[in-house]
């Protein structure tokens, strides 16, 4: 822009922006924080607004940062296309619409689906006339009949379930979802892509909340939805009218996470082992639910399910002593790992699900699911294994 002529007000506002295109490429990518973006001719911008040109136009249809965040989500889940969302809820909400859920369908969903996914569910879908259908996503008998009782539009499982780490299946609910006609979304936020990548057994649709191991710094809420290009399509439709995208500053930061996953991963998967080995054999502790230990239920299929060895940085555990009042006493001597309501840090964590995660569930439900008085959810974080031992155990001993 020629400025020698403008005034101040106007030289203030567009001096300096929309410069040419530079001849280099920022080895990081860039953070796009425009709402909206420019073309300097009217064909070029009908072509944008046609699809033809593949240039963004307005941050909710699109934005550079962010789709640099979806071409790495889902390069690393072998994905053909993601989508961003604003949250791991907003996430699951758009891959369940995506998937058709609509009044009078039914979804099955497993029953220890994290408990915001299970309140969105029997509430908000609920009221919109979706019904569902809770069941043990560990007893295919079960899932097999539910889905040829209901013929649901969708069945949702998490590879790692949240707080109790079960392991379902994948292969097998994904061949039984298909054979009643229903899309399988699977809620990967525990394994990530490092332990077990959905899409390659059958899922249809993978979901990250990103706030967790993806983004991993405790700073961003961030969630995304891997799938085909074409279901992608579908995602994007609702979602341009819904609006619950991924902010530019956010998608940067999740990017920038991504880099050091599989490292952060692998670090924090061995301290959780040795952690789990240690809590498994203290006398304060009743029961340490790991896939990594032997006496897991699904031990052997963790093991083939999950790859590298790996058995993922989550782990819960029952108190001896399985009261609020114990449960609170162990959280607040802890001197390292922090009580807080996430997972997937770098830092440790614990949570108390029956006061937090799963508050949404009537106590008598949570009891039946297992999710006791005195359950305790740990997240490892990347800190020396030593330390983290240390502060359990004297807290443990409080
Ligand atoms: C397994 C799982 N899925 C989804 C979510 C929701 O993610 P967000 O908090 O990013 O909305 C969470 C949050 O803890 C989670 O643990």
Redesign the pocket.
């Known amino acids: 822009m020629k400025s020698s002529k403008r005034s101040l007000f106007t030289l203030a506002v567009h001096a300096g922006e929309r410069a040419p295109r530079p001849a280099y490429t920022p080895v990081a990518t860039p953070i796009h924080p425009s709402s909206s973006f420019y073309y300097p001719d009217m064909e070029t911008l009908d072509a944008t607004f046609a699809g033809t040109n593949d240039g963004p136009m307005y941050t909710r249809y699109g934005n550079p940062t962010v789709t640099a965040l979806e071409q790495a989500v889902a390069a690393l889940e072998g994905g053909e296309s993601s989508l961003a969302y604003g949250?791991?809820?907003?996430?699951?909400h758009g891959a369940l619409l995506g998937a058709g859920a609509k009044s009078g369908s039914w979804v099955v969903a497993a029953y220890d689906?994290?408990g915001?996914?299970y309140a969105l569910l029997s509430t908000v879908f609920a009221d919109l006339g979706v019904k569902v259908r809770f069941v043990d996503a560990t007893d295919s008998g079960a899932v097999e009949s539910a889905l040829a009782e209901l013929r649901p539009v969708a069945l949702i499982a998490?590879t790692l379930?949240?707080p109790l780490l079960k392991v379902a299946d994948l292969e097998r609910l994904a061949q039984a979802a298909h054979s009643h006609g229903a899309a399988f979304l699977v809620?990967n936020?525990?394994a990530t892509p490092c332990l077990c990548r959905p899409l390659g057994l059958g899922a249809d649709y993978v979901?990250?909340?990103?706030?967790?191991y993806l983004g991993g710094h405790g700073d961003v809420?961030?969630?995304v939805v891997v799938t085909s290009a074409e279901r992608r399509r579908r995602l994007f439709e609702v979602n341009k009218l819904v609006g619950g995208n991924l902010g530019p500053q956010e998608a940067w930061l999740v990017l920038r996470g991504l880099k050091t996953l599989p490292l952060r991963m692998h670090r924090q998967c061995a301290n959780a082992e040795a952690v789990a080995a240690r809590l498994s054999v203290h006398p304060e502790v009743a029961r340490v639910h790991y896939p990594g230990l032997p006496d897991h239920p699904q031990h052997s299929l963790a093991g083939s399910l999950l790859a590298d060895g790996l058995f993922g940085a989550m782990m819960s555990f029952d108190l001896r002593i399985a009261t609020r009042d114990r449960v609170f006493r162990f959280m607040e001597a802890l001197r390292l790992v922090i009580p807080a309501?996430?997972?997937?840090d770098v830092y440790s964590l614990v949570l108390y699900p029956a006061m937090s995660?799963h508050r949404a569930l009537e106590p008598e439900v949570r009891r039946r699911y297992g999710i006791g008085d005195g359950l305790v959810r740990l997240s490892v974080g990347i800190e020396d294994p030593a330390d983290i031992i240390s502060d359990l155990e004297q807290a443990l001993v409080s």
């Open positions: 949250s791991g809820m907003a996430a699951i689906v994290y915001a996914t998490e379930s949240n809620d936020t525990f979901i990250h909340s990103a706030t967790k809420l961030a969630g309501t996430t997972l997937g995660s």
